[in-house]
């Protein structure tokens, strides 16, 4: 079942605007509190996944749980791996380029996302394709105009997109497959809830293989870092509840617009937090795109 372009631009907004202040967060805990990236996804998804059982036990008492057929499960695991892969890949964009570089990146596949949506579930649209490349070309020809003058080449542009250009494609093309017939919005809940479990059982093995351990240290846990992560946590709950919401609908290219633009809002959100530099022009792109978008509806 389609849900309106409207309420996907809404659900992408959310999961985008949660995920920027989440992406704030780690460049907090990596970049001031001086944590490796492994100790903080690894804490990070623990409390999600704690968070996330509270809501599961909440959940079980008033709704009744979907049927665990063997199909259900396979989308499950196949939806969890797609998204713990596309976090992998952004974690090698960052180490390549700088953030304002990797909006190209992501932006770059929203040429490619409404055909290869159209390729798995039949689904396309004029206008919102017409969205997408419109809204590419600004915010691609505005990057690439404020980093004129940096010396990063194009080979090294094009190799990170090969990376995570094909993770987010095939996310794409395959998130409303794999949540097909998955309709009631509790049901999406539920889905989402595994995705969750799925995602933290596969940071679990990475961070074993890689440190042949369990152990970590997570640094001095004040109250204001217990604060953090546990914002965080309810940040994780609201992108991932929103994010399966804005892709699982067969026109939810139009929604791959906003979420592409995630790095663009954490730069806005890291002048307030982080006191980093901000121009009026970013602020301006993001409500351009966003009066663009509106018009597919």
């Avoid at 749980?65 to 090698?92: D, F, K, M, R």
């Avoid at 990146?105 to 490619?112: E, G, P, Q, V």
């Avoid at 901000?278 to 509106?294: N, S, Y």
Wanted: aromatic share 12%; charged share 10%.
């Amino acid at each position: 079942m389609a849900i309106s372009n409207f309420l996907l631009i809404i659900f992408a907004c959310v999961s985008s605007f949660s995920r920027g202040i989440i992406s704030v967060i780690d460049r907090y805990q990596m970049g001031y509190r001086k944590q490796s990236s492994i100790n903080v996804n690894f804490l990070n998804n623990l409390c999600s996944t704690a968070l996330v059982t509270v809501l599961l036990m909440g959940m079980l008492n008033r709704f009744s749980a979907p049927t665990l057929t063997g199909e259900y499960l396979w989308h499950i695991g196949i939806y969890g791996l797609l998204a713990q892969l596309v976090a992998y890949g952004y974690s090698y964009v960052f180490k390549k380029v700088t953030i304002m570089q990797s909006i190209v990146l992501s932006k770059m596949t929203d040429l490619f996302i409404p055909v290869a949506i159209f390729l798995t579930m039949g689904y396309f649209s004029q206008s919102a394709y017409l969205i997408s490349i419109v809204s590419t070309i600004i915010v691609v020809c505005y990057i690439i105009f404020k980093q004129r003058h940096s010396e990063l080449s194009v080979k090294t542009l094009l190799t990170t997109f090969m990376v995570i250009g094909p993770l987010l494609i095939v996310q794409a093309a395959l998130s409303p497959l794999l949540t097909k017939g998955v309709v009631k919005p509790i049901d999406l809940i539920y889905f989402t809830i595994a995705t969750i479990y799925i995602r933290c059982i596969i940071t679990i093995i990475t961070f074993w293989v890689k440190n042949h351990s369990l152990k970590f240290k997570p640094g001095k846990l004040t109250k204001q870092v217990f604060w953090i992560y546990a914002a965080r946590a309810i940040l994780t709950l609201l992108a991932q509840v929103t994010y399966t919401l804005a892709t699982s609908s067969p026109n939810s290219g139009i929604a791959w617009v906003f979420l592409n633009m995630t790095n663009l809002y954490s730069v806005i959100f890291g002048s307030f937090a982080l006191k980093e530099k901000i121009h009026v022009a970013d602020v301006l792109l993001i409500i351009c795109i966003f009066g663009l978008a509106l018009l597919s509806r």
